[in-house]
């Protein structure tokens, strides 16, 4: 429920009156002995869905912008006509007035959000090259990414033009400012002793998972859009859902940077692809239930002008994200692709050792190094095979060049293959299978063993 407070400019208070009379509003009327401008102040209880509808016509009765009108939240309301009311306004959706406050408070003074903003990038940078999904949660909650995202929307739909501007402009600034940071933190450490001088950062599972984004990261972006939207509307959780949408935008953006300063242009420009995508789709989500929600502008005399000027923003907005869509889906075809030869690699060399069934000789690893940027370049994949062998068992001398054929016939693709053999030596009591610790002789052989 909500407490409407309404200071009723002089010369309006039987419209005021009658105003509320026609919506069946119990109000009470108090005498306003302050400025001169006042006559009377009114209030009433509504629940949250009513506070539209009663403002607007209460704006038609007289009063304007110019009076005070103050909607407060209640904890409690002890009434048999609570009922009655809420009948009379049905619906969870807040006010416009209240949306407009929301967003305001959600998007904080400039220094404010740059501060938290820089804080949050080092934090999730951090967690970034640490490998630490954790530190990377925590960063998030620091990350005051979701007040431009949402009043920007607000602002569009209902055509707050200096809102509008604020929000968009914070958000491009502001995930400016994160990629920047990240890069020179990566830039500093790089030149400390904190993380090793030959770090390879595609190696840590954390950057590469934002290096090879896919349509999942839309429906991540679209899903946090769409609940920050919620939040706002039904007044709950908004800071849970900020984490999401934070989520989705401060670790692509650590990881540009940390790209830009370990002078990796691949991996700077795939982690910008998903930020701005996500971005994109942030807005998109947001706007477009802010508008289905029944949300519109104090001044509705020109409906259709408003209605086409919000589906031209959806229309560039979903436009931006079909075609940054295409990288998308590049890269969760070629992951896909990637995936299935390594399933269908391991799969046949598994069936081939189990046909020849050799005794003492076992496969004991196969990795396949393939990614999805060597399938978008056309590198052939590479296929590491262990083997273990008996000791003084003979080596094939061209076992790898006959899986090179048989993989590249069965799978219809070139590949190159690289054995290593395991010897192992066992006690004649008992010849278990032999772990990998317990091989002491290992050696490579690249397309087929050398003596």
């Known amino acids: 429920m909500r407490l409407v407070q309404v200071l009723v400019p002089e010369g309006t208070r039987a419209q005021v009156i009658e105003s509320l009379d026609q919506q069946g509003v119990d109000y009470a009327l108090f005498e306003e002995v302050g400025r001169g401008d006042f006559e009377a102040m009114v209030q009433f209880p509504v629940p949250p869905s009513g506070v539209e509808p009663i403002l607007d016509r209460l704006r038609e009765a007289g009063v304007r912008e110019g009076a005070y009108t103050i909607v407060l939240p209640t904890e409690t309301v002890v009434s048999q006509r609570l009922a009655a009311l809420v009948d009379r306004f049905p619906g969870l959706r807040i006010s416009r007035e209240e949306l407009i406050a929301r967003a305001n408070d959600l998007a904080p003074a400039n220094s404010t959000f740059f501060a938290f903003l ?18 990377i949660i925590g960063a998030m909650v620091v990350a005051p990414l979701m007040g431009p995202a949402i009043s920007a929307s607000v602002g569009a739909v209902l055509n707050d033009k200096p809102m509008r501007a604020r929000g968009v402009r914070l958000q491009l600034t502001g995930l400016i400012a994160a990629i920047l940071t990240a890069a020179i933190m990566g ?11 030959d770090l390879d950062i595609l190696s840590i599972p954390q950057i590469t998972e934002r290096t090879s984004p896919n349509f999942l990261s839309l429906f991540l972006a679209l899903g946090s859009g769409l609940a920050g939207a919620i939040s706002i509307m039904r007044g709950s959780g908004s800071t849970l859902v900020g984490v999401a949408i934070a989520v989705a935008l401060i670790p692509p953006a650590a990881t540009s940077g940390l790209g830009i300063a370990f002078g990796l242009p691949g991996t700077a420009i795939a982690a910008g692809v998903l930020v701005v995508v996500n971005l994109l789709a942030i807005n998109l989500s947001a706007l477009v239930l802010f508008y289905a929600s029944g949300f519109r502008p104090v001044d509705t005399v020109d409906g259709e002008s408003i209605r086409r000027a919000v589906a031209a923003r959806i229309v560039v907005i979903a436009t931006g994200i079909a075609v940054l869509s295409l990288v998308l889906a590049t890269v969760t075809v070629a992951t896909y692709h990637t995936q299935t030869f390594e399933q269908q690699t391991q799969a046949e060399l598994q069936a081939a050792f189990d046909e020849a069934d050799i005794e003492g000789v ?3 690893d196969v990795t396949v190094d393939y990614e999805p940027v060597d399938v978008l370049l056309g590198n052939e994949p590479e296929v590491n095979v262990l083997v273990g062998i008996p000791r003084d068992f003979p080596t094939p001398p061209d076992l790898a060049q006959r899986f090179d054929d048989e993989l590249t016939e069965r799978l219809e693709q070139d590949v190159f293959v690289q054995i290593g053999f395991l010897e192992a030596e066992f006690s004649e009591r008992e010849p278990p299978e032999p772990p990998l610790d317990e091989f002491w002789t290992v050696f490579a052989v690249s397309g087929g063993p050398t003596d």
Do not use: H, K, N, Y
């Open 187 to 197: 830039w500093l450490l790089q030149r400390t002793v904190l993380i090793p001088p």
């Open 118 to 135: 820089v804080l949050s990038t080092i934090i999730a940078t951090t967690g970034l090259l640490l490998d630490s999904a954790a530190t």
């Open 362 to 364: 076992e496969l004991v």
